[in-house]
C-alpha cells in the first residue's frame, strides 16, 4: 500500500489532495459521526450506504467522506458538480448506474454543492433513487432546508458536518509536515490553526505556499507571508452569515454588549458590508428597544449617516457604538408586537369606512352630508392629563375596540404605559362617550 504521508509522495497534485485519505481509518475529524456507535461509522461497519445529504463548512470534509463510504460499501462511484453539470450529465450518469446495476453493482452518485442545482435539476434524480438504480449523496454548505427540494430531501438523510477542531487541525498539519518533508514551528502550527478557522483545505493551501517560501524548516513569518489577508469563513449569502447576524441581533437583544461587539467585529472581519449591518441595527432600535428608549432609532441613524460620511474603517466607530448603546439600554418589543398585531387584525377585516366624526369636510357639500360633525376636538377639552376628549373613538364603529399596543415597564415606555392607564380610567368615567355599546 502507497504511504500518503511520505516524504517520497511529491507527485504534481495540491497537497490537499495528496493528503486526501484513502480510508476511513486516515478519515480526521466528524467523530459526531464516525466514532465507534456512531450512525456513519456503523454504516461503514455494515459495508452500506444510503441517501444522504452531508451538510456543512468548506473544508470539512464532505467529498472524501462521501467517496470513502461508497468505497466501504463497494459501489460504482459518480461524482458531478452542480457548478458545471446539468441535465445531460444527469442522463449520462443514470445510463452508468444502470449499467452497473445490470452488473449486480450499486452506484452512488455524488453531487457535490448541490443547492446549486435548480428543482428540475434535482427532481431529476428522483425516480432513479426510488427504483435503486442509484445511491445520491449530495454535499452542500448551505441549509438543505432551505436549498434542496423538499421531495429529494424526503429521500435523503441529513448529516451535519461540523468545522475541524484544532485537534484535527494539528493532525492534519503533522501528516502535512510529513508529507513535505519539512519541520513546522510551533508558532507556525498556531498560526496555521487560526488561518484555517476550522477549514482544512485552506490551511493546507497557505502551509503549500508557505514551503515553497523557503527550504528549512517552515516558521510563523512563512505561515504570515503566505496567508496574506485570509478572511475568516464569511459567506455573503449564505448560513454562516445569517448566523452571525442571528447572533449579533439576540446579543443586543439580551442586552450583552461585549457579544454583540464581538459579532459585529466578526462580521466585519469576514468581509461583511457595513451599511448592512448599519439598516439591521436601525430595524433593531425599533423591534427591540422601540418606546423604552425612543433615542435608539435616532442614535443609530445617526450611526449610519456617519459610516456613510466617513466611510470605512473610520465610520466603523460609529457603528459600534450603536451596537453597544443597543445592547445597553432597556428593551420592549411592545412596538413591534403592537405593529404584527395590527396589520394581522386589518388582512383578516373587511375594509371599514373613516367614521363621518373623523372624515375632513373639504368641501360645502361634505359639511351638508356632516362630514366632520360633532368631532370632538382634544385641545378643546382640559382634563388633569391636559388636552383629552374622554370617551371620543377613533376606530370605525362597525369593529370591536381593540387594543394591539400594551407597553411594558422598562425604561421610559413605563411613563408612556402609566398615561396610557391613566387615560383609559378618564375614558371609562366618562358621561359623553362615543360609542355606547
Known sequence: MVDLFSAQATDGRPLAERLRPQSLSDYVGQTHLLAEGEPLARLAQGGTVHSMILWGPPGTGKTTLARLLAQQAGCYWINLSAVLAGVKDIRQAVAEAQMHKARGQRTVLFVDEVHRFNKAQQDAFLPHVEDGTLTFIGATTENPSFEVNSALLSRARVYVLQPLTEDALRDVIQRAAQTLGRGISETARCELVAVADGDARRMLNVLEVAAQLGDGNIDEDHINRASGSQMRRFDKGGDVFYEQISALH????????????????????????PRYIGRRLLRLASEDVGNADPRAVEMTLAALQ?????????GELALAQAVLYLASVPKSDAVYRAYSAAREYVAGQPSHPVPKHLANAATSLMREMGVGESYRHAHGEQTEMGA???????LPLQMSPQQFYFPQTAGLESKIKARLEKLAALDAAATNKRRTE
Open 250 to 273: 439576540k446579543s443586543i437583544r439580551g442586552s450583552a454588549p461585549d457579544a454583540a461587539l464581538y459579532w459585529f467585529c466578526r462580521m466585519l472581519d469576514g468581509g461583511a458590508d
Open 306 to 314: 456617519s459610516f456613510e460620511r466617513l466611510g470605512s474603517p473610520e
Open 388 to 394: 383629552y376628549a374622554a370617551g371620543e373613538d377613533y
